[in-house]
Nanobody, 117 residues
Framework: QVQLVEFGGGLVQPGGSLRLSCAAS????????MGWFRQAPEKERKALVA????????NYADSAKGRFTISRDNAKNTLYLQMNNLKPEDTAVYYC??????????WGQGTQVTVSS
């Protein structure tokens, strides 16, 4: 089992920045990819960015390119999402995801990000 806990959401004005954190624990050695998703009200959960734990290859969705950056601190078993130039349409619940090579998926509890003036 893998446990994920997110931190860092909140209310930010348009144009502002936030950094989300996701602390992983448990069977971390089983994780093959980690990433961030978001779900806006009454919409489907969508992938933003994913990174392979081995090799570091990273894939960004078009909605995340240029403004969002994923990073990892392996010593702290923590995944980050730096979000810059936030827009009202970025308002959503943001979820951390970890997937194993056998396609088991784990999710954090989600953290609310609200972009509003």
């Amino acid at each position: 089992q893998v446990q994920l806990v997110e931190f860092g959401g909140g209310l930010v004005q348009p144009g502002g920045s936030l950094r989300l954190s996701c602390a992983a624990s448990g069977d971390i050695f089983k994780i093959n990819t980690m990433g961030w998703f978001r779900q806006a009200p009454e919409k489907e959960r969508k992938a933003l960015v994913a990174t392979f734990t081995s090799g570091g290859r990273t894939n960004y969705a078009d909605s995340a390119k240029g403004r969002f950056t994923i990073s990892r601190d392996n010593a702290k078993n923590t995944l980050y999402l730096q979000m810059n130039n936030l827009k009202p349409e970025d308002t959503a619940v943001y979820y951390c995801n970890a997937a194993t090579a056998s396609f088991d998926n784990y999710w954090g509890q989600g953290t609310q990000v609200t972009v509003s003036s």
